[in-house]
């Protein structure tokens, strides 16, 4: 989960990431920095993240995308 | 209108407005009472039957197109659904090194069927509605090259709603694609999903999941329902036949002749047709929902107070959502997270940094959607360039972002303040409102010419009780249009609050809530452009 915080802290600083569970509905996160999250979550934790995951619920938390990572991780 | 008149394919074709006689006084009213008396069971095949017999008086025997769609989507799903069976069969029976591999056999096989079922549904809908802006814009090339070869441009009638039902096929068959849904082997339901006659015409564009399992388990018609299902078309019918059919000779006047018209004036014309076209494309949607509220069904909203956004992409998040949202689950997302795009997103922002990396893939990725968008609302070079002229807003958006971030920051201003929250809503209604002036002129020429005037030539010195009866308008239409306006606005604020004020007037008392229905239909009848003087105006959307 560290890993995961520091590739959010280098995508977009000045977020507190392990209070925030509204993300992406909070405007914290923008669609450009979803496109650059899921590029480093996908080369980072050798999974694929298809269109279908790209859903405000598993990127609201750092908590859900890590459920959501875990998840796919098990399908690879 | 006689009943043998009234049973004729394809002869009712006023029936495309929620709004006409047709449907309010004859079709709506007796598609209710006999939904009513019928045995629950019997329900959902009526409205089956009444979403066909709709389609057929509207397109007559162009429901043949809608039923091979119906087929196509029905067929498609099941192969895709069948091959995700024999993917989980198959994966259970190998070992776990053996997966990946066999998984990517089963992708590919899926993404083969899926791919060939869109081109079959998208092929149909730009034959139909693009040919002929293709034939032509071919053989002027050819005309231009000396090339001696023309060819005959084809004309097509088009089957009402196509542009609408078509993306909800496509829709269905990618989410049963990714595992969404399942495919729906009743082949009834799925029909009634994709052709309920209250959003067959202008949408919205409902996905399956949204809308297929309601519509199949309707029930009986609840008088609260009925009762707040009614306001809403009341309210809509206040939009078209108070607002936006009351400015339409203006409009059709200003934009037919602007160069009799001082800049000022074109520019009066643009936000009338702005205000027009919310009115008129908002209104239907209000009909839409308080149809479907009658029988029960709750449909995705399709705009969220638009004139109240900060920029040009929340205003798109606001306006038309449900097309909105197609375009980004179906095209954003999927350039973006192709593999080549997920390469250069990460190579780009090794190079360009957190902001400009992500923007690389991404403006390809917005440049596809707003191509597309423009090219959905029909087949002339104006639609096209409306959808890159909100690209290139929506781009330039993105690139000076942390430029003004920056710049504000420099000089203090504070960005949440209410007076930059008002500058911000002000500069986002200006840019909409020329964009729908080019969405409107008559040529794409047309529209540079409107926009030329409007910069060269901005005055009103020549707006005066002469003028406005030349335009077809007087201060009583003003007023009315003016007062209805606030109205909306007064509602819009209140909606942006959270209160519903439907919801609220519904818990006062009988008194309170009679009066303000009276009062509404009172506003119509009095103030509705209808009538000796008025022509019905056709919804505009429907022809998209």
Same mark, same amino acid.
Not at chain 2, 302 to 311: E, G
Not at chain 2, 414 to 417: D, F, L, P, T
């Given at each position: 989960m560290d890993e995961l915080i520091e590739i959010l802290e280098d995508i977009k600083p000045d977020v507190d990431y392990e209070g925030c569970e509204n993300l992406i509905d909070g405007h914290y996160l923008d669609s450009l920095s979803i496109i650059s999250l899921i590029a480093e979550i996908e080369d980072a934790f050798d999974v694929t993240v298809p269109a279908v995951e790209v859903v405000p619920a598993n990127f609201n938390s750092v908590k859900a995308m890590w459920s959501m990572i875990e998840r796919l991780q098990e399908e690879e | 209108m006689d009943l043998p008149s009234l049973l004729?394919?394809? @002869?009712?074709?006023?029936?495309? /407005?929620?709004?006409s006689v047709a449907f309010l006084a004859i079709f709506l009213p007796v598609s209710v009472v006999v939904y009513a008396v019928i045995p629950q069971k019997a329900r959902k095949y009526f409205l089956l039957i009444a979403s066909f017999a709709f389609f057929w008086l509207i397109s007559g025997q162009l429901i043949a197109y809608l039923c091979l769609i119906i087929m196509g989507v029905h067929y498609f799903g099941l192969w895709l659904d069948r091959i995700q069976t024999q993917k989980s069969a198959a994966l259970k029976a190998v070992p776990k090194e053996e997966k990946k591999a066999l998984k990517k056999v089963y992708l590919h096989r899926s993404r083969r069927v899926l791919l060939f079922a869109a081109v079959l549904m998208i092929g149909g809908l730009l034959v139909i509605k693009y040919s002929p802006f293709f034939t032509t814009n071919v053989n002027s090339l050819l005309l231009l090259l000396n090339i001696p070869i023309q060819f005959d441009i084809p004309s097509y009638i088009m089957p009402i709603g196509i542009s609408f039902f078509t993306l909800q096929a496509v829709s269905y068959l990618f989410d049963v694609y990714r595992g969404l849904i399942k495919a729906d082997d009743n082949i009834l339901r799925l029909a009634l999903f994709m052709s309920f006659f209250p959003q067959i015409v202008e949408g919205p564009i409902c996905r399956y999941g949204q809308t297929a399992n309601q519509l199949w388990n309707v029930k009986q018609i609840e008088f609260e329902n009925l009762k707040l299902g009614a306001v809403r078309i009341l309210f809509g019918l206040m939009k078209k036949l108070v607002i936006a059919d009351r400015l339409n000779p203006m409009i059709k006047q200003i934009f037919s002749h602007y160069d009799d018209y001082q800049g000022g004036i074109i520019a009066l014309g643009a936000i009338a047709y702005t205000i027009q076209l919310y009115c008129d494309f908002s209104g239907t949607m209000d009909a839409v929902m308080g149809v479907a509220q009658i029988f029960g069904v709750t449909m995705p909203e399709?705009?969220?107070?638009? =004139? =109240? /956004?900060? @920029?040009i992409s929340e205003f798109w998040k606001r306006w038309h959502i449900t097309l909105g949202t197609w375009f980004k689950d179906y095209i954003f997302y999927p350039v973006t997270m192709s593999k080549p795009m997920k390469n250069l997103t990460s190579s780009a922002r090794k190079k360009l940094g957190n902001h400009f990396g992500p923007l690389l893939a991404g403006s390809i990725a917005l440049f596809c959607v707003w191509f597309c968008n423009g090219l959905w609302h029909g087949s002339a070079w104006g639609y096209i360039f409306f959808g890159m002229y909100h690209f290139v807003l929506i781009l330039s958006g993105n690139i000076i972002a942390p430029a003004v971030t920056a710049f504000n920051k420099k000089l203090h201003i504070? /960005?949440?303040?209410f007076a930059y929250k008002v500058f911000q809503i002000v500069r986002t209604c200006i840019l909409v409102v020329i964009g729908e002036m080019f969405f409107r002129a008559e040529r794409l020429t047309t529209g540079f010419s409107m926009f030329g005037k409007m910069v060269t030539d901005f005055s009103f010195s020549s707006l005066n009780y002469e003028l406005m009866k030349k335009l077809k308008i007087d201060m009583h239409d003003v007023m009315i249009v003016l007062i209805a306006l606030a109205f909306i606005f007064v509602i819009s604020v209140l909606n942006e609050k959270g209160i519903c004020v439907r919801g609220a007037i519904a818990k006062r008392n009988v008194v309170i809530r009679w009066a303000a229905v009276y009062a509404l239909i009172m506003f119509i009848i009095i103030f509705g452009a209808y009538g000796k003087g008025y022509v019905a105006v056709d919804p505009i959307y429907a022809n998209f």
């Open positions: - | 004729m394919a394809g @002869s009712l074709d006023t029936l495309t /407005s929620y709004f399709n705009f969220q107070r638009p =004139f =109240f /956004s900060k @920029s504070n /960005s949440e303040c």
